[in-house]
Structure formats: structure tokens, C-alpha cells
């Protein structure tokens, strides 16, 4: 046996079982749905092929678009309030702004350590109509039939959860953020300190610069989290009342494994799929000019 | 070099041997000494105290009678429950005994083929069960489960301390109904405590009986195979009671964001003078009322509506959930499950559990120590007509359709009658019955 053929059968030893195990978890499952959501299928019996029909179906369904629309408010919170308020919080603890910055590191990363449904639960103890906000708003207003109306609102039902997920995520975009902050040598700063740099220009002249790369990581991490958002929703709300709160990975449980259309739940999830890439890509053509103009 | 190619033969073995373990094997009944030990996959919810504690006694009473049989349990509930029994179908890996419904719910699962046609068990002791526990569940007539009970989906139980208190009859009509609401609004109560989160019980609890008023039998069957619409009067006409409950603040404030559970504790709590929910919550009120409490709550029907050309002063009633087998079992595994099946529903079980507030589907006089509400809805079932629940004849799918509606419905955002138009479509074009 040759040098080469060694080799290569020693490297096929060592990534074999790797390659094996991702492409079954990892690359079968997203061709299987690719390919079961041409189908109509229960889940039982045999799949029949219906071409694009599940996509259309899903893109012409109401719910589907409400979905959509509450999936894009979550990135959006996620990107616009999640990173740049984790950047802030990581920035003033970072920069001593505030005492006692471990304590309020420790309890802006508390929420986090917290399980999705334990949070969702905790919630819905304050805000459902037997929760504690809204029997004190009961007494406080001299209403027994007082509940928060924003949640059988069409519109704004949403709102309540995208606060609780912002209350929830910023503390690990946080930690991540002050983690690279920490990485900055401290000379620089306290060259631009010396040279009279005001805290806006160390801000944004020195610090995010540095940032560019981290913040696109996170964003990536956000748009893909929030996509596949599910557990914190689904404890809190189930997506109802009347799907006001539902997202597409609820339709998409709900659709394979209330109603069994695993065909039209796998096209769902290969949405799901879609729309990441797409936004990460949207995001990737953004950071590239960002870096091209920072780095 | 032949040693690597040692290590090399292992590794594959050792890497094919894993993935092949890791691909699992349906678990199979065990005889062990005699012993026949049973895979059950049950619906529970353990965080139910009364509910939990209550099965155990059934199964350390079965455990006793039939020490060669051993039962394993796998709790789950609500929809993991569903999940997993039809992720477990489609693997070929059912337990061996599991729970089931009689309709819809677990169509999927029982029209598979994956499941045992219990008939030849069920023909030799037919007599002991009520003739509605033993309708057809399958195309051909199977029975598949053995109901534990026959169920009214709707019962409307009144506290009849307060409703003294507050100087009220029960109302005759829904008007008589809707004018108690301001005088028991007013003296800081609940007029009608219903939960409604998860959609469902709109539906279950009060529609369909509403509907067997509105249209009746007849008319379902005839909407089911589109000889009638869900257009229809007969539909919207049930529809318009529920939203003139709704607007007339009839309803437990926060009715459709409130979950399961919520109504029963306003009820039990005093907070309610009236509460809308199915006959089986008669053993959650046995184990969380005072014996005093026991005796001011009544069973009731809603009350008359202005046109009820369907079954007049009707409930909604269905075969009960029970117990059924894995096709797969055979010779004394499956007269072993057989034994717990007949036992949970039938004389044995049903004696069990009518002392903790049940009403059994097989037909044994009722123990004279019953539980004072066993007995009051025993008299219930007894007096009351019945017609379909809705989800027990038509899709589950459709469900999806119909319950975000009722509730939109009830939000002001759509009316009855594009409630009715907009379910009838769905059907129209989706519901197995229509096709």
C-alpha cells in the first residue's frame, strides 16, 4: 500500500463517522423534507407526488401570511433591538458607566439560564386573566372584567411577546458582545482617551469598527433563531387566540402533526429554510460594504 | 500492516454495529417467569392530582387481580400525547396497548390498520354496555377502543347557593339568561365561567349542543355529506348565541385567552354562578368540592332557544375514550391486554371509578356510596337528549378552521355567517366526509 493510499484511508477512518453522522442528521433530514414537500403524505401510506401545489397552498393561506409577518417582527426585534441594546448594555459595562456592573451583568444574562417554557409560564402568570398584573389591574381600576385586550388584538397581539423576547435574548448578545469588547487592547482606547477622544468617537470610531464582524455573526444567529422561534410562543400563547400569535414553525407543527400533512408541514419547513438563507444572504451583501467601509 | 488493517475492520464493524443499535427495536410484550409485561401508552396528566391518583388505584387494582400481567406506562398529554401515537404508527413501533378515541382524533392512527379490530372480544359480552358505547368506529364497523364512558360534551352546572342569593331561577330562555347576566355582573360574580384558549371547547362544549338545538341529527348528516351547508340558519342560528353571549359579557372576562383549567376553578372557587364544560369534569368537581358544595350544584342544559326545530333542551353526546391493542399482538399478549382493556372499562373498573366520580359506559346499577355528583349526572344522561359533537364527525383538520373563527367571531372581526361560510368552504373542499 502507498504513502497516499494510507493517507487517504486514514483521513476516510477519521471523517467518515463525522460525515456519516451529519449527513444523517443533518443533510437526509433536509432532503427528505425537500423532496416530501412535493407530496401530499399523513405520514402514513404511501406519498403522492402534487409538485408545487403545497407552496402555493401555503402561500395563498391567511395564516400562513400572518405567520410570516409575526416571524419578520421577531428578526426584526432580534436584529434592531436585541443586538444593539446587548451592544449598549455590553458597551456601558464594559466601559465601567455604571457600579456594580457584575451585578447587572449577572442579571441582564439571568433570563437566559431561565428554560423557554419556564419563561413562558412566568409570564403568563402575570399577564393571562387569572395573572397577577391583571387582578391588580382589577382592584387598581375597579374593573372585574379588566384583561389585557392587546392579546385578542389582530395587530398588536404580537407585541407582548416580542417584548418577552427581547427581555430574554439581549442578555446572551450581550455576553457574546462583551466578550469581543474585552478582546480590544486597552492601549488603543486609552491612546484615543489621551489624544481627547470624546466617548461618541471612541464609540464609534474605535470600538465598532472592531464590532463589524461579531455584529454579523449575531445577526445570523438572530435571523436564524428567530425563524425557528417556537417554544417561548408556543408555551405562551399556542399561537392563538385565532392565530394572532402564530409563527411558521407553530403552522408548520400544527399542519404535520395535529392535521398529519407531513408533505405540506416538510414545504413549510423548507421555508423556513429558504428565508434564512435569504436574509442571511441579505445580511452578508449588507456587512460585506459595512467592512469594506470600516476594516 | 496487518494490524491497521485490524483496527481498520474494526472500527467499521464497530461504527456499523453502533448506527444499527442506535436504529432501536420495537419494543415487544415480555413473558418473563409467566409474566406478561405490556407497553401502555396512556393520556394523563400527572401535574393532575386528582386524575393521577385516581388511575393509580385502577391499575394497583388490576396489578391484584392479575399478578401474571404487568402493565409499563408512558404517561403524555394533550397534544406530545397525539404526537407521539402517530409518530409511533408511522415507525412500526406502537406500544402494545395505547389510548384511543372514538372519532377523528386518532382516525389516522386507528384507520391504519395498525390497530386491532376488538370485535371478537367485545361480541361476548356486548349486554353489559350501553348500545351508544358500541357504535362503529372504523369503515367496516371495527371497534377499536373500548369507551370507558358515554360522554356529554356539554353540561351547564349551576351554583344554586349563589343563584339563591342573587334571588335567580335557572333561566328558561336565552333571553331570561342574558338578563340575569347584568344582576350577577353586578354583585361581583361570573354569569357563565368558560375557558377557551385553546379553542377547542367553544366548539365541543357549547356549539354542538347549540347546533343538535339549531338543526339536530339530521341536518349534521346531511351538512357532513353537503346535502346541507354549514351556510345554512341551521349553523349560523347556533353561531349568533354564542356571539350574543359574548357581547353581552356573558362570558368569563378573557374567555379566549384564559386555558383549561381556569373556568373549573372559578366555578369551584365561587366565582361563577353558571359553568359550561363537558360531563367528565364531574370527577374534577368531586375531588376539589366540599361535601356542602356538593349538594347547591346542579346539571343543566342551556336554555331554550327562540327556534330549536333540532332536538329540543339537547345536550352533545359521544362515545367515550378507551383503551385499545397493537395489531401486531397475538395468542395471550393480546388476551393480556384484552384483560386490561375490559378491565378499565368494563364491571370492574367502572366500579372503581364511579366511586370517584365517573359514569361508566357499562351498564351496572350505580354503587349506593356513589359520589353525590356521579349520581346527578347519571340522572343528566338519563333525562337528556343528545345530539353529534362537531369534532367527533367531522376532520380534526377542519377544527384548525373552525375554532380561530368562533373565537375572531367573538372578537367582532368576522360575523356568524362568515363563520359558516368560510368553515363551509373549508369543508367543501377538504373534509374526508365530502368526498
Given at each position: 500500500m502507498t504513502a497516499s493510499r494510507e493517507k487517504k484511508i486514514a483521513y476516510g477512518m477519521l471523517v467518515g463517522p463525522s460525515v456519516l453522522i451529519y449527513a444523517s442528521i443533518i443533510i437526509f433530514p433536509i432532503v427528505f423534507s425537500l423532496v416530501a414537500g412535493f407530496t401530499e403524505w399523513s405520514g402514513l401510506g404511501v406519498p403522492e407526488f402534487v409538485g408545487l401545489k403545497n407552496y402555493t397552498r401555503m402561500l395563498s393561506d391567511p395564516v400562513f401570511r400572518l405567520g410570516l409577518r409575526n416571524n419578520l417582527l421577531i428578526v426584526a426585534i432580534s436584529v434592531f433591538g436585541q443586538i444593539p441594546f446587548g451592544f449598549a448594555l455590553a458597551y456601558i459595562i464594559y466601559r465601567r458607566m455604571v457600579r456594580g456592573h457584575d451585578f447587572f451583568e449577572t442579571m441582564i444574562f439571568l433570563?437566559?439560564?431561565?428554560?423557554a417554557i419556564v419563561v413562558a409560564k412566568l409570564w403568563n402568570q402575570i399577564?393571562?386573566?387569572?395573572g397577577l398584573f391583571t387582578q391588580l389591574m382589577r382592584i387598581i381600576r375597579d374593573?372585574?372584567?379588566?384583561?389585557?385586550s392587546v392579546f385578542e388584538d389582530?395587530?398588536?397581539?404580537?407585541v407582548p411577546i416580542l417584548f418577552v423576547i427581547l427581555w430574554m435574548y439581549t442578555g446572551i448578545y450581550m455576553v457574546i458582545f462583551l466578550a469581543n469588547l474585552q478582546r480590544i487592547d486597552p492601549g488603543v482606547i486609552e491612546a484615543a482617551v489621551i489624544d481627547g477622544a470624546r466617548e461618541h468617537q471612541i464609540l464609534f470610531r474605535v470600538v465598532l469598527p472592531q464590532m463589524v464582524n461579531i455584529v454579523f455573526t449575531t445577526a445570523v444567529f438572530a435571523i436564524a433563531g428567530s425563524l425557528k422561534s417556537f417554544d417561548l410562543i408556543f408555551a405562551m400563547t399556542g399561537g392563538g387566540p385565532a392565530h394572532y400569535t402564530e409563527v411558521i414553525a407553530i403552522y408548520m407543527y400544527l399542519n404535520t402533526?395535529?392535521?398529519?400533512n407531513y408533505g405540506f408541514g416538510s414545504a413549510v419547513s423548507m421555508m423556513i429554510v429558504f428565508l434564512s438563507l435569504g436574509l442571511i444572504t441579505a445580511v452578508q451583501s449588507v456587512f460585506r460594504r459595512l467592512e469594506a467601509r470600516y476594516v | 500492516m496487518l494490524h491497521k488493517r485490524f483496527l481498520m475492520v474494526f472500527a467499521i464493524v464497530a461504527l456499523v454495529g453502533g448506527f444499527v443499535f442506535a436504529g432501536g427495536q420495537s419494543e415487544q410484550p415480555a413473558e418473563d417467569d409467566g409474566v406478561i409485561t405490556l407497553q401502555v401508552q396512556h393520556y394523563l396528566d400527572l401535574a393532575d392530582n386528582v386524575s393521577a391518583s385516581n388511575f393509580q388505584e385502577l391499575v394497583d387494582a388490576f396489578h391484584a387481580a392479575n399478578p401474571d400481567i404487568r402493565l409499563e406506562f408512558d404517561y403524555l398529554f394533550n397534544e406530545p400525547y397525539h404526537n407521539k401515537l402517530q409518530s409511533s404508527a408511522i415507525a412500526g413501533q406502537l406500544a402494545d396497548v395505547m389510548f384511543l378515541w372514538?372519532?377523528?382524533?386518532t382516525g389516522e392512527v386507528t384507520g391504519?390498520?395498525?390497530?386491532?379490530?376488538l370485535r371478537p372480544w367485545i361480541e361476548q359480552m356486548d349486554?353489559?354496555?350501553?348500545p351508544a358505547a358500541l357504535a362503529?368506529?372504523?369503515?367496516?364497523?371495527?371497534?377499536?377502543e373500548l369507551p370507558e364512558q358515554v360522554t356529554a360534551t356539554h353540561v351547564m352546572f349551576s351554583n344554586d347557593r349563589l343563584m339563591d342569593e342573587l334571588g335567580?331561577?335557572?333561566?328558561?330562555?336565552l333571553e331570561e339568561l342574558i338578563a340575569q347576566g347584568e344582576v350577577i355582573r353586578e354583585a361581583g360574580y361570573i354569569p357563565i365561567a368558560m375557558d377557551n384558549g385553546d379553542g377547542w371547547q367553544m366548539q365541543s362544549c357549547l356549539l354542538s349542543a347549540l347546533v343538535a338545538r339549531t338543526g339536530g341529527r339530521e341536518w349534521l348528516d346531511a351538512a357532513r355529506v353537503g346535502d346541507?351547508?354549514?351556510?345554512?340558519p341551521e349553523f349560523v342560528n347556533a353561531l349568533r348565541v354564542i356571539k350574543a353571549l359574548y357581547d353581552n359579557e356573558m362570558?368569563?372576562?378573557?374567555i379566549n385567552q384564559a386555558a383549561y383549567g381556569q373556568a373549573l376553578t372559578d366555578f369551584v372557587t365561587e366565582n361563577a354562578v353558571y359553568f359550561i364544560d363537558g360531563g367528565w369534569r364531574t370527577a374534577n368537581l368531586t375531588g376539589e368540592m366540599t361535601d356542602d358544595q356538593y349538594d347547591y350544584v346542579s346539571y343543566h342544559v342551556f336554555p331554550a332557544l327562540?327556534?330549536?326545530?333540532?332536538?329540543?333542551d339537547s345536550t352533545a353526546v359521544v362515545a367515550g375514550t378507551g383503551f385499545g391493542m397493537n395489531a401486531d399482538l397475538e395468542g395471550a399478549e393480546a388476551d393480556a391486554a384484552w384483560e386490561w382493556i375490559y378491565f378499565f372499562a368494563g364491571p370492574e373498573g367502572s366500579a372503581i371509578k364511579a366511586e370517584q366520580g365517573w359514569l361508566p359506559a357499562v351498564q351496572i346499577p350505580l354503587p349506593?356510596?356513589?359520589?353525590v355528583l356521579t349520581v346527578k349526572l347519571a340522572d343528566f344522561l338519563g333525562s337528556t337528549p343528545g345530539g353529534y359533537v362537531i369534532d367527533a364527525v367531522m376532520d380534526a383538520e377542519g377544527m384548525g378552521v373552525l375554532h380561530p373563527l368562533l373565537q375572531e367571531m367573538m372578537f367582532g372581526n368576522v360575523t356568524p355567517q362568515e363563520v359558516g361560510d368560510r368553515y363551509e368552504a373549508w369543508v367543501a373542499a377538504n373534509d374526508s366526509s365530502r368526498s
Amino acid at each position: 500500500m502507498t504513502a497516499s493510499r494510507e493517507k487517504k484511508i486514514a483521513y476516510g477512518m477519521l471523517v467518515g463517522p463525522s460525515v456519516l453522522i451529519y449527513a444523517s442528521i443533518i443533510i437526509f433530514p433536509i432532503v427528505f423534507s425537500l423532496v416530501a414537500g412535493f407530496t401530499e403524505w399523513s405520514g402514513l401510506g404511501v406519498p403522492e407526488f402534487v409538485g408545487l401545489k403545497n407552496y402555493t397552498r401555503m402561500l395563498s393561506d391567511p395564516v400562513f401570511r400572518l405567520g410570516l409577518r409575526n416571524n419578520l417582527l421577531i428578526v426584526a426585534i432580534s436584529v434592531f433591538g436585541q443586538i444593539p441594546f446587548g451592544f449598549a448594555l455590553a458597551y456601558i459595562i464594559y466601559r465601567r458607566m455604571v457600579r456594580g456592573h457584575d451585578f447587572f451583568e449577572t442579571m441582564i444574562f439571568l433570563p437566559i439560564t431561565i428554560s423557554a417554557i419556564v419563561v413562558a409560564k412566568l409570564w403568563n402568570q402575570i399577564f393571562s386573566p387569572a395573572g397577577l398584573f391583571t387582578q391588580l389591574m382589577r382592584i387598581i381600576r375597579d374593573d372585574p372584567r379588566f384583561v389585557l385586550s392587546v392579546f385578542e388584538d389582530r395587530t398588536f397581539a404580537i407585541v407582548p411577546i416580542l417584548f418577552v423576547i427581547l427581555w430574554m435574548y439581549t442578555g446572551i448578545y450581550m455576553v457574546i458582545f462583551l466578550a469581543n469588547l474585552q478582546r480590544i487592547d486597552p492601549g488603543v482606547i486609552e491612546a484615543a482617551v489621551i489624544d481627547g477622544a470624546r466617548e461618541h468617537q471612541i464609540l464609534f470610531r474605535v470600538v465598532l469598527p472592531q464590532m463589524v464582524n461579531i455584529v454579523f455573526t449575531t445577526a445570523v444567529f438572530a435571523i436564524a433563531g428567530s425563524l425557528k422561534s417556537f417554544d417561548l410562543i408556543f408555551a405562551m400563547t399556542g399561537g392563538g387566540p385565532a392565530h394572532y400569535t402564530e409563527v411558521i414553525a407553530i403552522y408548520m407543527y400544527l399542519n404535520t402533526f395535529k392535521y398529519y400533512n407531513y408533505g405540506f408541514g416538510s414545504a413549510v419547513s423548507m421555508m423556513i429554510v429558504f428565508l434564512s438563507l435569504g436574509l442571511i444572504t441579505a445580511v452578508q451583501s449588507v456587512f460585506r460594504r459595512l467592512e469594506a467601509r470600516y476594516v | 500492516m496487518l494490524h491497521k488493517r485490524f483496527l481498520m475492520v474494526f472500527a467499521i464493524v464497530a461504527l456499523v454495529g453502533g448506527f444499527v443499535f442506535a436504529g432501536g427495536q420495537s419494543e415487544q410484550p415480555a413473558e418473563d417467569d409467566g409474566v406478561i409485561t405490556l407497553q401502555v401508552q396512556h393520556y394523563l396528566d400527572l401535574a393532575d392530582n386528582v386524575s393521577a391518583s385516581n388511575f393509580q388505584e385502577l391499575v394497583d387494582a388490576f396489578h391484584a387481580a392479575n399478578p401474571d400481567i404487568r402493565l409499563e406506562f408512558d404517561y403524555l398529554f394533550n397534544e406530545p400525547y397525539h404526537n407521539k401515537l402517530q409518530s409511533s404508527a408511522i415507525a412500526g413501533q406502537l406500544a402494545d396497548v395505547m389510548f384511543l378515541w372514538p372519532g377523528k382524533r386518532t382516525g389516522e392512527v386507528t384507520g391504519s390498520g395498525a390497530i386491532k379490530d376488538l370485535r371478537p372480544w367485545i361480541e361476548q359480552m356486548d349486554a353489559e354496555f350501553a348500545p351508544a358505547a358500541l357504535a362503529p368506529q372504523g369503515a367496516n364497523g371495527e371497534i377499536y377502543e373500548l369507551p370507558e364512558q358515554v360522554t356529554a360534551t356539554h353540561v351547564m352546572f349551576s351554583n344554586d347557593r349563589l343563584m339563591d342569593e342573587l334571588g335567580l331561577e335557572f333561566p328558561q330562555t336565552l333571553e331570561e339568561l342574558i338578563a340575569q347576566g347584568e344582576v350577577i355582573r353586578e354583585a361581583g360574580y361570573i354569569p357563565i365561567a368558560m375557558d377557551n384558549g385553546d379553542g377547542w371547547q367553544m366548539q365541543s362544549c357549547l356549539l354542538s349542543a347549540l347546533v343538535a338545538r339549531t338543526g339536530g341529527r339530521e341536518w349534521l348528516d346531511a351538512a357532513r355529506v353537503g346535502d346541507a351547508s354549514f351556510s345554512d340558519p341551521e349553523f349560523v342560528n347556533a353561531l349568533r348565541v354564542i356571539k350574543a353571549l359574548y357581547d353581552n359579557e356573558m362570558f368569563s372576562p378573557g374567555i379566549n385567552q384564559a386555558a383549561y383549567g381556569q373556568a373549573l376553578t372559578d366555578f369551584v372557587t365561587e366565582n361563577a354562578v353558571y359553568f359550561i364544560d363537558g360531563g367528565w369534569r364531574t370527577a374534577n368537581l368531586t375531588g376539589e368540592m366540599t361535601d356542602d358544595q356538593y349538594d347547591y350544584v346542579s346539571y343543566h342544559v342551556f336554555p331554550a332557544l327562540p327556534q330549536e326545530p333540532g332536538i329540543p333542551d339537547s345536550t352533545a353526546v359521544v362515545a367515550g375514550t378507551g383503551f385499545g391493542m397493537n395489531a401486531d399482538l397475538e395468542g395471550a399478549e393480546a388476551d393480556a391486554a384484552w384483560e386490561w382493556i375490559y378491565f378499565f372499562a368494563g364491571p370492574e373498573g367502572s366500579a372503581i371509578k364511579a366511586e370517584q366520580g365517573w359514569l361508566p359506559a357499562v351498564q351496572i346499577p350505580l354503587p349506593e356510596d356513589s359520589p353525590v355528583l356521579t349520581v346527578k349526572l347519571a340522572d343528566f344522561l338519563g333525562s337528556t337528549p343528545g345530539g353529534y359533537v362537531i369534532d367527533a364527525v367531522m376532520d380534526a383538520e377542519g377544527m384548525g378552521v373552525l375554532h380561530p373563527l368562533l373565537q375572531e367571531m367573538m372578537f367582532g372581526n368576522v360575523t356568524p355567517q362568515e363563520v359558516g361560510d368560510r368553515y363551509e368552504a373549508w369543508v367543501a373542499a377538504n373534509d374526508s366526509s365530502r368526498s
